[in-house]
């Protein structure tokens, strides 16, 4: 039985679809590892301020969790650096907090 489902921002489903194949391949498994073993996954980590990052090599998708069950992915993108930069995370918040806007049920 699956830990976490994942659902997906407008925006990350482009920015998916934008990936070479072998990212798409690397992001979609990780997330779906992440869905059946939850929190025990050790790619993840916490950039900050409720915002979490799923990061196979080369690859980030920043997420937030909702309804206890739920994680919302908000911004995909190939990994050039380090750290991720500010705007990246700020986008994902943008993306995350527009798409609970429309779905408020997933709030509660």
Request: hydrophobic share 35%; no cysteine; charged share 30%.
């Amino acid at each position: 039985m699956a830990q976490f489902i994942a659902e997906y921002t407008d925006e990350a489903l482009e920015q998916y679809s934008a990936l070479d194949e072998k990212s798409q391949d690397k992001i979609l498994e990780a997330i779906k590892v992440f869905e059946e073993i939850g929190t025990k996954y050790k790619n993840i980590n916490s950039p900050g301020d409720g915002l979490y990052e799923i990061k196979p090599s080369g690859v980030r998708a920043y997420f937030k969790y909702a309804k206890k069950k739920i994680i919302i992915i908000g911004f995909i993108v190939l990994k050039k650096t380090q750290k991720a930069p500010k705007r990246y995370i700020e986008q994902a918040h943008r993306n995350i907090d527009r798409y609970l806007e429309a779905n408020k049920e997933l709030l509660l």
